[in-house]
């Protein structure tokens, strides 16, 4: 469903602050899979997620979707094969609008525009049901608007739109990051609720080494622009979090970003 080839990224090439992002990457998930990304600030996480959704592109190397090489496409040209969450709950909504203008929105993404993209009887029933699945009362306030909900509601709002048209690949950049405890675990439960229902294929950063344990079927640590490690699902199941740890000081050499992968 996705395949990553000899992709290279390095910032400012040629100055005093050149840094190499991306290290000829070669990463490959099946359909269905759900890759989780850990790794310390600079790894290369973010780079890798947003070469995939097209807000960057590779010095060298391609990248695949579903049998498409969609390296030279930009962000927008990408948008019916990928649905993204971001870190910031604001981001992936907006405000001024109500839940079922939102949710209508997101439910057209990668169709031609026109009379569709209003929000008829059919797709009201379809988002109440939708929304019943989030267990968060707002199947009844559709009319609400989005600006008004906690940013848990938004997040797990922004969640479920994301795959409204059924991408080939989901991508989650740290989409708990910003939220309490007591929200993050609620939106990381609907992950991989969400996940595995629609069997999407799956694309998660996060510092949080639990919550890359505890989701997914396969998991990858980064370093330096480079995968340094990848577990299947077996070996995952096997893993603690100073497990983790301990591969990465293996790699590391010292305890210096120990707290950013927790």
Sequence with gaps: MLKIQNVQKTFFAGTVNERIALANIDLELAAGEFLTVIGSNG????????????????????????????TRLQDHQRARYIGRVFQDPMAGSAPQLSIEQNMSIAYERGKARG??????????????EELKSLELGLEGRLKSKVGLLS????????????????????????????????RAALVSRLT?????????????????????????????MMHEGRIILDLDSTQKAEM?????????????GSLDDRTLLQ
């Design 43 to 70: 790894a290369g996480k973010s780079t890798l997620l947003n070469m995939v959704s097209g807000k960057l592109r590779p010095d060298t190397g391609s990248i695949v979707i579903d049998g498409r090489d969609v």
């Design 115 to 128: 009379l569709g993209w209003g929000v008829t009887a059919k797709k009201r029933q379809l988002f109440q």
């Design 151 to 182: 940013g848990g509601q938004r997040q797990a709002l922004s969640l479920l739109m994301a795959t409204f048209s059924e991408p080939k690949i989901l991508l989650l950049d740290e989409h708990t990051a910003a939220l309490d405890p007591q």
């Design 240 to 252: 603690t979090v100073p497990d983790l740890l301990h591969e990465f000081e293996k790699i590391k």
């Design 192 to 220: 991989g609720e969400i996940v595995q229902r629609h069997r999407l294929t799956t694309l998660m950063v996060t510092h949080n080494m639990q919550q890359a344990l505890d989701l997914g079927t396969r998991l990858i």
